[in-house]
Each structure stands twice: as structure tokens, then as C-alpha cells.
């Protein structure tokens, strides 16, 4: 049945209300001054999907620096024995490769198992794996269309059932997932790219708040973190024909300069997180304006990725 709510309370919901946002604006103005301290890792269990190269493999070096546990899978066992030996020359770090083709469900399950037996439970996620090929909408074929999303968004699902209920158990954890300013924006030449990127930003909204929501009703808080990311080009090779009209403004970022932003954006457990930062307040302001607007500015721009060959 609906409440009925009497004017009074209605009144009374609606002040207090205005007054929980003016207050959580001032706590984010004082924040701008007085940020928060960034957590510690030291001892977390840190598994990072694609860290054989790019991304994934500077963040397995950068959590493993500073004193976590990390877990490396990758498909490609050649490159993610690399980055074990250059986490094992940093001496003092403890790092494990596991070969791992994510979007095979799996194969996904039998090596958690192994991992939970060999390590123990996972405690930050980083869902980092992913592919990018570029072409016009109707020449991607059908196998292609099926991997770009068994690979960028399928695989986060299955690895998430392998080590969130040990996380929910524990009310400690933190997941972390690669989308990409394709999954804000969408762009030529990546249709199903920018579909599967939307989707892990979908994906990790709702799981949140899904977790927000289920705590609360339990009268507890929820220790379980959630942070996507939103990386606009970064220098690692994915992306094989960038177009950038302004390379002085926007540079390219490396992938060790990204991975530092992805793990401070963790660490203070930031929700969203665009590389650069300004990226999401560039979008939110476009977006109010009217449709013709953002366009103008995207051909301004006149940036973005070429089909490949
Ligand atoms: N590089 C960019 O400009 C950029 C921009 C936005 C978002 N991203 C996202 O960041 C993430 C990392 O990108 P990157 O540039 O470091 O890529 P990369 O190609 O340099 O590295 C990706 C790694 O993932 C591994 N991998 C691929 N398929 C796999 C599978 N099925 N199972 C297990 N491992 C697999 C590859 O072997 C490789 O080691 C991706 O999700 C990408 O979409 C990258
Ligand atoms: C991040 O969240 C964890 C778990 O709730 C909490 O212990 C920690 O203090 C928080 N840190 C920051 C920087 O907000």
C-alpha cells in the first residue's frame, strides 16, 4: 500500500533534504582543500586482469611497490612472466601469474579456485583486461562483436561472481573496472567498444548502489569500494591510430602516469575517476547544453581513432 504522508512531513522530508545536500556540497568544497588521506594496500590481495602489458602491467608494478600481495592473470603467459620478474627485481614484493583467458567462464572459475588455494580471497579487483578493435559498425563481424564483449564486459561479471561473496563475507574489499571516455561518449569506429564501455559503467553504478542499499537495510555500512575509470588515450599500443589535433593540450598519457591516477583514485575511494580528470566536468557541462553544442565541440576537437587495417 502507498504512505500517506501529511503535508507536515512532507515539508520536514524536503528540508531535511536541502540540508543534506548543502551539507555534502561543503563537505566537497572543504575536501578540495583538505583532501582525504589515501588508504593503505599494504597486505590487500590485489588481482589485475591484463597484466601482461599496458595499463595492467604498470598497475601490478605500482601496487606491488607499494607492499600488496598482487595476482597477475593475463592470456598472454609470455608477457605476464615479465611482469612477474620485474616485480620479483623490486625485491620484497610477492607476485603470482596465472594464465587466464577472461572471457571464458571457465576457465575464469577454475583459476580463482586456484588463486583463493594459493594466495587466499582477493580483496581489490581490478577488472583492467579489454580489446579495441576499430572498424565502421557493419563491417565487424559477428565473432568479433561477441569477443569485444565476452572480453570487455562479460569477463567482469564472471570474475565477480568468483570474489565478491568472499568480499560480502568480509565486508572489506574494493573493486576497480577500466571503462574508458567511450563509455561516457560515444565515437566512430567503436560502436561495440563504446557499447561494452558503457556497460561496465552501468554495470559498477548498479552494483554499488545495489550493495549501498542492501547494507543500509541491514543498519551497517558498506566497506565494499567501488571506482570506474575513465582513461582517454593512453600510450600502450591499444589504440592504433589515434587522431589528435592538438597534441600539446592533450597529450597522451603513459601508462605508468595512468596507472598512479587509477591507483590514487582507488586508494582515496573515489567513485569515478577520468585520465585526465577534467574529462567527466568537460562532459557534465556539455551535456546541459543543447544537442548541437557538444557536437560543435567534438568537431573542434577532431579527435578520436581511424578503422584500423
Ligand atoms: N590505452 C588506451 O588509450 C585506453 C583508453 C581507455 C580505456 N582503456 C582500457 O584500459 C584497459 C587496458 O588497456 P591497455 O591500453 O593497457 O591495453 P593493452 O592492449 O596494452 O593490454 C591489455 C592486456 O590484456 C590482455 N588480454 C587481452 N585479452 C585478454 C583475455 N581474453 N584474457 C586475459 N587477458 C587478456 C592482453 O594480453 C594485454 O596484456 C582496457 O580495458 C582498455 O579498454 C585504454
Ligand atoms: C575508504 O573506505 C574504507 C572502507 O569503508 C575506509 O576504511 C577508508 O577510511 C576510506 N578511505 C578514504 C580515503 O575515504
Redesign the pocket.
Known sequence: MVKAYSGAVVIADVLLLVLKILYFICEGIYRCFFPVDEKSVAGEIVLV?????????ELALKYAGLGATVVC????DV??EETISEINNLGGATAHAYK????NREEVIQVAEKVKKDVGSVTILIN?????PCRPFLDHTAEDIQKIF???II?HIWILQAFLPDMLANNHGHVVA?????GIIGLTNLVP?CAT?FAVRGMMEALSEELRISCSAGGRNSNIKFTTI??????????KKPKIKFPSLMA?IS?KEAAAQIVTAQRKNKSVQSIPNYWLGINDFLRNLPDKAPLAFKDFLDSGVAADD
Open positions: 586482469t591484463g597484466a601482461g602489458h599496458g595499463i595492467g602491467k592473470w593475463d592470456i598472454n608477457n605476464n587466464c583467458d577472461v572471457s583492467n583486461a579489454g580489446i579495441m565476452n572480453i570487455n569477463s577500466l571503462s574508458s571516455m567511450a567498444y564501455k575513465f582513461p582517454y588515450m593512453v600510450d600502450t599500443g591499444l589504440c597522451v601508462p
